[in-house]
């Protein structure tokens, strides 16, 4: 595959690139590839030292791919350990909701809020090394007014819950199973999984790596182009 533009970029191809995100053509698909990693960065501006994935830069993104009816298909790779949870569950959200064929891979890892993200794509792939880490949501610092906050975060947490099962196989019973599960992480309650346990649970589609997704997204986008004829 080769860079549709890249002979020339100008000022916002060149941005695209620093920000993780191409637009590749390839086998006759013209795909956007966009990056999700480190920490998901939400309302709060995480140390230089972090490296991060803004929403702010994410959002405009997904916007431009999905009203560019030149690009086919999105195919979003993941190695993120989680962050901001409004702002993971805002970008896994417009994912679902877009009409161009989405593919997820998760690579290395796709934690806490990330699990939303990789599960939100039309199909979902995971790397056999790669994992997966459920768990409740859960806020550092001092917290004020402590019913109203016990209650803001359980329905965060079923507002998660009911994505998650609606975008995958995994069943709510099973998801809040593992989520609060005790015995696995030395310092939280939760569960880690593995590829392939993420597949047999129902989370994940397939296990794979980029050529098996790649595939997958253009088989989504030959029968969206014959699902259009």
Known sequence: ??????????????????????????????????NIIGQVEGHYILPPSDKTTKYEHIIPALVAVEQDSAIEGLLIVLNTVGGDVEAGLAIAELIAGMSTPTVSLVVGGGHSIGVPLAVCADRSFIAPTATMTIHPVRLNGTVIGVPQTMSYFYRMQERIVSFVCSNS????????EL????????????????GEEAVKEG?????????????????????SRSDGE
């Open 1 to 34: 595959m080769e860079c549709e533009t890249k002979g020339c970029m100008n000022d916002a191809e060149r941005q695209e690139t620093d920000l993780g995100s191409i637009t590749l053509s390839g086998n006759g698909h013209l795909i956007h590839c966009l």
């Open 203 to 223: 989370l994940i589609d397939s296990s794979g790596g980029l050529a098996d997704a790649i595939s997958c997204l253009y088989g989504l986008i030959d029968k």
């Open 169 to 176: 196989s995994i069943k709510p019973e099973r998801f809040r």
């Open 179 to 194: 989520m609060m599960s005790t015995g696995e992480l030395m310092t939280d309650i939760g569960t880690v999984l593995e």
